[in-house]
């Protein structure tokens, strides 16, 4: 395949554990705005999260394609619980449904960032698990870092660590533009450097002051950053997202207007 633009449903709930009833609302806009797929936070699944052919059925149907589920985890020691196992094992299979689909990993913020470089290892050592498990299954997985105060990965020191760590036989990683720039790195520079390892791409933007922006209003050069993963020759998706205030309250015009940007912007470049 060739890049492919999709949306994350962040942008309509952001707690990746809030759940909403709202995911075949989220399908229709997104077919409507323009794209092409949707990366769906498994909280949204709803009806649909013990029938994946029924999610299949209603994409189908508006011919959108499932990019990813994002499935978030907690991992308080080294060792996933039982709960999270079974999670992770019931999305791993969920995925297996939709040829081409990968399992979106992030991990949920911590209370603090106590005890700092053991957390990381922790966390790690069970995303690897997770993955091992995934690729055994025929899926690809991949790690999503985040930037809130309290994450576990939000700076250049933990993305270090993160790299290092990361069991990039059977686990990619999804650099999420936003969350890069809200840490105080150039977004393009982290893709340009891990082009490798890219198995999936967020997009969302960013100002320099770290506030989030309308897409292609803020500091992030998207239009350089799509011209490296073309160049690179990959070949997965791209979902955008959005994290300003306009898009907490009508995220549907938000999305259409994104739309607006990337056919402007960034799909000819790929095309």
Known sequence: MTIKFGCHTSTWVLDYDK?????????????????????V????????????????????????????LTVPFTWPSDTETEEERKRADHYIEYVKHFPGAKLNIPVRNGP??????????????????????????????????????????RIASDYEVMFESLDTH???????????TKGGMNAVDVVREHLPIIKHVHIKDCN???????????????PAMVKSLVDYGYDGWIM?????????????????????YVAKNLKPIVE
């Open 112 to 153: 603090n960032r106590d005890n700092l470089l053991q957390r990381q290892k922790e966390i790690m050592k069970c995303v690897n698990a997770v993955a091992k498990r995934a690729y055994e299954n025929g899926v690809v997985s991949m790690f999503h870092p985040a930037s809130p105060a309290t994450s576990y990965f």
């Open 170 to 180: 059977y686990i990619g990683y999804t650099p999420d533009a936003g969350h890069i």
């Open 208 to 222: 320099n002051d770290l506030t989030f922006a309308k897409m292609g209003q803020g500091d992030i050069d998207f």
């Open 19 to 39: 759940e909403v009833d709202c995911i075949d609302h989220i399908i229709d806009v997104v077919s409507d705005a323009g794209f092409q797929g949707v990366d």
């Open 240 to 260: 955008v997202e959005e994290e300003t205030a306009e898009a907490a309250t009508d995220p549907d015009r938000v999305i259409h207007d994104v739309y607006q």
């Open 41 to 68: 936070q498994v909280a949204l699944l709803g009806k649909y999260d013990n029938d994946p052919e029924k999610l299949k059925a209603k994409l189908d149907s508006k011919g959108i394609e499932l990019a990813a």
